[in-house]
């Protein structure tokens, strides 16, 4: 077994083993056992990056329907995830929850995640999206907020049928295909023909299916109500990470399986996800314009930004494709760490909704530094991370002559521009008349995590020229003319 392989294998299995050790073995101190396999892991990824750069990507068939590959997009995205949980893992160790099945929960949606994106079979991201509903549901109702249940349920019932939509379509692609490796499909559907009714059937299925999991609109209301009646660490990982996961797996099937060759002959198809996507990225931004509540305005504007990832894609340029990626990858970090800031003003001053987030700047500058930093990321501005995927994305649309692409990735930057400034401008220029139950209240890791948030998604963007260096081999070759 190649040391890729072993790693590959080692990051997905390491979480589970912290989660037996803390059902099996210590329930005093779940936090620290969840730390130590998180650490573990993220160590792990680092040498699976190194390896992957070093001897190039690596495949590893382990049964029928259980496959794993790590290229440049897939650890790239993994070290996003584990960036993520390590970080809002920090901020839990005061601000909680604090429960045995909390981190049991946390790991297990970690190992999902690291399945989903390192999944080389159709079959076996399946199975790990059941992981994912599974753990995610979990972590939703560790909080004892009224509705909490009803909002977990409706999140499993919805997302359990995004994924059986999704299985159908792996299912009617294996009995046309005799396979569900990814590479397989790739070349067998295009001897079927890509026109054919049972493969378009067959990627509908698949992107609905992974649709209802990313949450756009109107397939978007159980993000709303999983955003608000989770507690902020939940919320950080579902706007952070739950959908960029879906997203990925879309990616997959889109580039790996049914390849551009699929898009260039249903142009139909290809329209209509892209008009999709942009009606995602409008509607998501004007309710996250209406929205009074932090935590109500950070849910729609999730819903626009995963709209604008997809639009993205479905450019099917290199410079779109980068974009997409280096949104996604920006959004993860940018989403997550204003879900921990929103929970930081939470805890301090008891304050959600912008009337009451008045003069916090004169009492806390440095949560309110990030806020600022990731509210500039978040609308778009240069030379953050988001700034830079909005300008790829636009860039990449115009080369294909979708003007209306470009054009909506400006509306996108001006609406959010227009919720963010009435926040801002009470965060800095507004007058302290709440509560203030003092700078103890909250630890310096907690402030660590997100200024750290805000530095990074400015070296990102700084940095773009070197990700887009690393990025480009992998996404040449998801673009590239397909075989056959």
Request: charged fraction near 10%.
């Amino acid at each position: 077994m190649s040391l890729a392989v072993g790693s590959m294998l080692a990051v997905i299995i390491l979480p589970v083993v912290g989660a037996l050790a803390i059902t099996l073995e210590d329930r005093e101190r779940p936090w620290l056992l969840a730390t130590g396999a998180l650490s573990l892991t993220a160590v792990l990824t680092g040498a699976l990056a190194t390896i992957m750069i070093l001897d190039g990507p690596a495949t590893y068939r382990v049964a029928p329907g259980l496959a794993f590959r790590s290229d440049t997009l897939s650890v790239t995205i993994g070290l996003l995830d584990i960036v993520l949980t390590l970080g809002i893992l920090a901020y839990t160790r005061t601000a909680g929850p604090h429960s045995e099945r909390f981190y049991v929960a946390y790991l297990l949606f970690t190992t999902a995640v690291f399945g989903v994106v390192l999944s080389g079979d159709l079959v076996g991201t399946f199975l790990f999206l059941l992981l994912l509903i599974w753990a995610t549901g979990r972590l939703v109702e560790c909080t004892e907020k009224a509705g909490v249940a009803s909002a977990a349920r409706g999140y499993r019932r919805t997302a359990t049928l995004g994924a059986l939509l999704y299985l159908a379509g792996v299912v009617t692609a294996a009995w046309l295909a005799g396979s569900t490796n990814a590479d397989r499909l790739g070349v067998r559907l295009a001897t079927v023909g890509h026109t054919d009714s049972l493969v378009v059937t067959s990627f509908v299925l698949m992107s609905v299916g992974l649709a209802l999991l990313v949450a756009l609109i109107p397939l978007h209301g159980w993000l709303v109500e999983t955003h608000a009646r989770a507690t902020d660490p939940v919320s950080a990982l579902i706007s952070g990470v739950l959908p960029a996961a879906a997203v990925y797996a879309f990616l997959r099937v889109l580039f790996d399986v049914f390849t551009i060759d699929f898009l260039a002959v249903n142009p139909g198809i290809t329209s209509g996800i892209i008009y999709g996507a942009l009606v995602s990225l409008l509607i998501g931004n004007l309710l996250a314009y209406a929205q009074r509540d932090i935590k109500g305005m950070l849910a729609y504007s999730t819903i626009s930004q995963f709209g604008l990832v997809v639009a993205g894609l479905l450019v099917a340029t290199e410079t779109a494709v980068f974009g997409s990626v280096i949104q996604l990858f920006g959004h993860g970090i940018v989403k997550g760490a204003f879900c921990l800031v929103a929970g930081i003003i939470a805890i301090r001053f008891d304050a959600r909704t912008i009337d009451e987030f008045g003069g916090l700047a004169d009492r806390a500058p440095l949560v309110a530094g990030a806020f600022a930093g990731l509210a500039v990321a978040m609308i778009g501005l240069p030379p953050t991370v988001g700034f830079v995927g909005k300008w790829y994305i636009a860039v990449g649309a115009l080369e294909q002559g979708l003007w209306i692409v470009a054009a909506f990735v400006v509306i996108s930057t001006l609406l959010t521009l227009g919720y963010m400034i009435p926040f801002l401008d009470r965060v800095y220029f507004g007058t302290f008349d709440g509560t203030d139950h003092g700078p103890q209240t909250v630890t310096r890791a907690m402030v660590l995590a997100v200024v750290l948030a805000a530095v990074l998604s400015l070296a990102i963007g700084l940095g773009s020229v070197t990700f887009e260096s690393l990025l480009r081999e992998a996404i040449e070759q998801l673009v590239a003319a397909p075989v056959g």
